[in-house]
T-cell receptor, first 112, second 115 residues
Framework: GQNIDQPTEMTATEGAIVQINCTYQ??????LFWYQQHAGEAPTFLSY????GLEEKGRFSSFLSRSKGYSYLLLKELQMKDSASYLC?????????????FGSGTRLQVQP | KAGVTQTPRYLIKTRGQQVTLSCSPI?????VSWYQQTPGQGLQFLFE???????NKGNFPGRFSGRQFSNSRSEMNVSTLELGDSALYLC??????????????FGPGTRLTVL
């Protein structure tokens, strides 16, 4: 299978920085997405990485290393509203570009 | 621009019944994908439609089917419902443009409960 691994839960403090890691199988890799999902809501798109390196978007950054099958999502200046699940999803060439394989998600709890 | 819309938002059915869920993609988006989300299995890909044709299919039984209309709106159908089909069904649309990132944008989902 094409397992996507990420930590189940993380806790961080308001104003701090948190890094959420994701590892995936490299064979057939086509691209990697990060989504945010608040409880009871739909996933919302955060970032997309297809080349190695860091993509920065305001308080959110995402990094990719294709050779290592590794990505992370970096959240800076944490706010209470950042408490949510963060989903790592990979697109593989063999299964179709839009047939995303999702990790189980990392539930982030931001504390005051 | 309006986002992805799904109807109904909530549905309660009994075992053995069948159900049809509807999805309207973002205007201009031609690809529609369906996912099932459960606490145990997470988000799993069901199928993708483009130009009224199923382009990709996940590992789900034949009870799960779908279709797409000429205006890109899509429906999915689940026949002979089982208790395990209780889940949040999410629809996602993407532009499918040449050279684009092909980002998928999700609708609010349909919460299906099978009793």
């Amino acid at each position: 299978g094409q397992n996507i691994d990420q930590p189940t839960e993380m806790t961080a403090t308001e104003g701090a920085i948190v890094q959420i890691n994701c590892t995936y199988q490299t064979s057939g890799f086509n691209g990697l997405f990060w989504y945010q999902q608040h409880a009871g809501e739909a996933p919302t798109f955060l970032s997309y990485n297809v080349l190695d390196g860091l993509e920065e978007k305001g308080r959110f950054s995402s990094f990719l290393s294709r050779s290592k099958g590794y990505s992370y999502l970096l959240l800076k200046e944490l706010q209470m509203k950042d408490s949510a699940s963060y989903l790592c999803a990979v697109s593989y060439k063999g299964t179709g570009r839009r047939a995303l394989t999702f990790g189980s998600g990392t539930r982030l709890q931001v504390q005051p | 621009k309006a986002g992805v819309t799904q109807t109904p938002r909530y549905l309660i059915k009994t075992r053995g019944q069948q159900v049809t869920l509807s999805c309207s993609p973002i205007s201009g988006h031609r690809s529609v994908s369906w996912y099932q989300q459960t606490p145990g299995q997470g988000l799993q890909f069901l199928f993708e439609y483009f130009s009224e044709t199923q382009r990709n299919k996940g590992n789900f039984p034949g009870r799960f089917s779908g279709r797409q209309f000429s205006n890109s709106r899509s429906e999915m159908n689940v026949s002979t419902l089982e208790l395990g089909d209780s889940a949040l069904y999410l629809c996602a649309s993407s532009l499918d443009g040449q050279g684009g990132t092909d980002t998928q944008y999700f609708g609010p989902g349909t919460r299906l409960t099978v009793l």
